[in-house]
């Protein structure tokens, strides 16, 4: 269960990119690591681990999990090398003896809870692979962001839930691809936009909606409704229809 | 450690692409010439980008021989007849341009009936047909955004070159079936990799070298088949190493060298063992032979 602080950070995020703060984060769990690799849980004498879903990681059994307070005894577990060993026999040894130490915890870290691989935390919850971020839950492969939620290969941003491929985005929601971008909604492939919602590959708009340039009153008024049907189906569904990659 | 990563890195000046010039012709002029001129263009362009193709293979294969021979001691191969070793990263999705129908590589889940485009294509993309007294409540805002949403795919920004197959690739030189690439060089088959150079399947790699099968690894230089590799140089299938050097089928392992199956050995034994190794492992790739791949290793394949 993610801790007060983080639950915190979520109610703050959501009230200023959603316009309504949501509570119970765990509940957005799915939604929020939707279109993400994934993870597993995975409970070891020493405790429980996050193994991750992508790269060498799915084919490791739940049974040769091991902790990284347990190196010594890890790396103490020997093969037989007595007889001159082929390459073959190695790797079928080191497959039934082996045990393969999962998380990796650098730098320092504070509230961290069900995360693996990461460095320099603070307040994160449910992430993978994050690096020098504080306040972020349900994140994969992000570095030096704060308060974000749902968020994968993010880069410098901050207030912002669902983004994807991005960098230096403040209080977005659903982009994928775009950098240096603020108060803006399902975007896909902009730079430099602020106030704008379903813009796809454009650069340096303002209060523009659909590539066209709306003005600040219809923006918002049109901002309102999205934003109220977004934040129903989250309440109701724990999970909402509109997404940047819906079109 | 991870190096810092820019998703975009430096802006790319107004009007230029980072492609082959003729392929950028083409994209930007298409639409002021008369057809007959602009077949010939496409052409001219086709003919190009084949030999820019061909060139990236080239030297993406030369780059694979060399990794094998820092790795191995000598090739097994080429990269084609070895494709069967990258399976780390997710591969590559194909779908063709909405405006021209040639290939678009992406990574993003975009959904199947995503009309797409090449970055190249950028600047052909229909100006909107609606204006903004269109657009009154959320379903006409819908249908316009559904109008104008067309997915960008192949995405090379920054000071790249010779990039095919591959997405979100940013200031990298000879880059083929690969996503989320910056700062690297001669990357076939990988994905979210760093300053690294000569990567062959590897994912989640930063300032790293010489590598195959790679995965969550940072300043490693000739590894095969390792994961969890940090500061690390002469690695073969181990699982969790920092600052190591020449462990083979290690695993848990901290600042230590000359070991194979965690067992410590003198340099004098572990050369002509690391030597006999190494060719046993090269016949087994050659032979095509299973068993060495670390996903296979750590599942507890037997042999």
């Known amino acids: 269960m993610?801790?007060?602080k983080i639950g915190k950070a979520w109610a703050t995020t959501s009230s200023i990119v959603l316009g309504e703060p949501l509570s119970g984060l765990d509940r957005f769990g799915k939604w929020l690591f939707s279109g993400m690799p994934g993870w597993r849980?995975?409970?070891t004498k020493s405790g429980q681990v996050i193994v991750p879903c992508y790269a060498v990681f799915p084919g490791l059994p739940d049974s040769k999990v091991a902790l990284m307070k347990n190196i010594e005894e890890v790396g103490g577990i020997l093969l037989d090398i007595k007889s001159t060993p082929s390459a073959e026999s190695l790797s079928c040894q080191m497959g039934r003896k082996g045990k393969f130490i999962v998380d990796l915890a650098e730098g320092e870290n504070f509230d961290v809870d069900k995360c693996s691989i990461y460095k320099n935390l603070s307040a994160a919850h449910m992430s993978l692979d994050c690096f020098y971020s504080k306040y972020l839950a349900y994140s994969w492969f992000c570095d030096n962001n704060d308060h974000i939620f749902g968020c994968q290969f993010t880069f410098f941003s901050s207030f912002s839930i669902k983004c994807y491929h991005s960098s230096h985005l403040q209080r977005c929601f659903e982009m994928d691809s775009c950098s240096k971008c603020s108060d803006s909604y399902f975007c896909h492939d902009c730079e430099n936009l602020q106030n704008c919602m379903f813009c796809f590959n454009v650069n340096n708009l303002r209060y523009a909606v659909a590539n066209v340039v709306v003005g600040k009153e219809k923006f918002e008024s049109l901002k309102?409704?999205?934003?109220?049907?977004?934040?129903?189906?989250?309440?109701?569904?724990?999970?909402?229809?509109?997404s940047v990659y819906n079109f | 450690m991870r190096v810092y990563a820019l998703r975009r890195g430096k802006p790319k000046a107004a009007g230029r692409t980072i492609h082959h010039k003729p392929r950028a012709l083409v994209a930007r002029s298409a639409s002021h010439v008369p057809t007959f001129a602009r077949e010939l263009l496409i052409i001219i362009a086709a003919s190009s980008f084949m030999g820019e193709s061909l060139e990236l293979l080239a030297a993406i294969d030369r780059s694979f021989k060399s990794a094998c021979r820092a790795i191995f001691g000598q090739e097994i191969g080429s990269l084609r007849e070895n494709e069967r070793l990258f399976t780390y990263a997710a591969p590559m999705k194909k779908g063709k341009s909405a405006l021209s129908g040639a290939e678009v590589s992406y990574i993003a889940p975009y959904p199947a009936r995503a009309k797409l485009i090449s970055m190249e294509e950028k600047p052909?993309?229909?100006?909107?047909k609606f204006s903004p007294n269109d657009i009154k409540d959320i379903d006409s805002l819908l249908r316009a955004a559904r109008e104008c949403a067309y997915y960008c795919g192949s995405k090379a920004i920054g000071n790249s070159k010779y990039i095919e197959r591959s997405d979100n690739v940013t200031d990298s030189f000879f880059v083929y079936a690969s996503h989320n690439i910056t700062k690297s060089e001669y990357i076939a088959y990988s994905e979210l990799v760093i300053k690294s150079k000569h990567q062959f399947g590897s994912s989640a790699v930063g300032e790293s070298e010489f590598c195959m099968g790679l995965s969550e690894s940072s300043l490693a230089k000739r590894v095969f088949e390792s994961a969890q590799v940090q500061t690390c140089s002469d690695i073969y299938c181990c699982f969790f190493a920092r600052n190591c050097r020449d462990c083979m089928f290690s695993f848990g392992q901290q600042s230590k060298m000359f070991m194979i199956g965690n067992n410590q050995l003198e340099k004098a034994s572990y050369v002509p063992l690391k030597k006999e190794l190494l060719s046993q492992m090269a016949a087994m790739l050659k032979s095509k032979k299973k068993g060495l791949l670390l996903s296979d290793i750590v599942g507890g394949r037997d042999g």
């Open chain 2, 124 to 128: 052909r993309l229909p100006p909107p």
């Open chain 1, 41 to 43: 849980e995975v409970k």
């Open chain 1, 224 to 242: 309102k409704q999205v934003l109220a049907r977004t934040v129903r189906e989250l309440k109701e569904k724990a999970a909402a229809s509109l």
């Open chain 1, 2 to 4: 993610a801790s007060k």
